[in-house]
């Protein structure tokens, strides 16, 4: 699972004030709701950061608080851990339930705009189309253009 770069003035003139590297799934509070940093992803102010397949392993950290939150890394706006049930794939899990016990259940403290499998990438793409007609994109489309615009913008 390649990290996710975000690239100093990524969403505005100082922020982040430096590159932050996320995990896919890690989403960033953008508009007022969530989006996985995966689904921002242009290329260039936000991309996959690639020299990670150079390396051995990918060691994430989660910062865990006891409700869903708004951090900040490097001034950008990021979530922190949110448990909302089933499994949890961490290496270290067995010593985090004999330090802490079970995981409570959490609420997300703003809607989480992600697609998840074939059919929400399809309607996805069926909004882009009709918004050349009507603007129907949703809070994930919306928020990628924006930064693909500035990106483009810094580029030139």
């Known amino acids: 699972m390649l990290p996710v770069c975000v690239s100093k003035g990524a969403i505005d003139e100082s922020t982040p004030r430096c590159d932050v590297l996320l995990s896919q799934d890690h989403s960033l509070f953008i508009d007022g709701v969530l989006i996985p940093v995966r689904h921002l992803v242009n290329g260039s102010s936000i991309r996959f950061d690639e020299s990670a397949l150079t390396a051995e392993t990918l060691e994430y950290f989660h910062v865990e608080i006891e409700t869903h939150e708004v951090i900040y890394a490097g001034g950008l706006p990021v979530e922190s851990y949110l448990y909302s049930g089933g ?17 409570p259940i959490m609420s997300p403290l703003a809607p989480i705009h992600s697609y998840e499998g074939g059919f929400d990438e399809l309607r996805g793409l069926l909004r882009l189309a009709a918004s050349r007609v009507v603007d129907v994109r949703d809070p994930i489309q919306i928020a990628h253009d924006r930064l693909k615009e500035r990106a483009s913008l810094r580029a030139a």
């Not at 499994?87 to 995981?103: A, I, R, S, T």
């Open 87 to 103: 499994m949890v794939g961490w290496d270290n899990f067995d010593d985090y339930l004999q330090q802490y016990g079970e995981h």
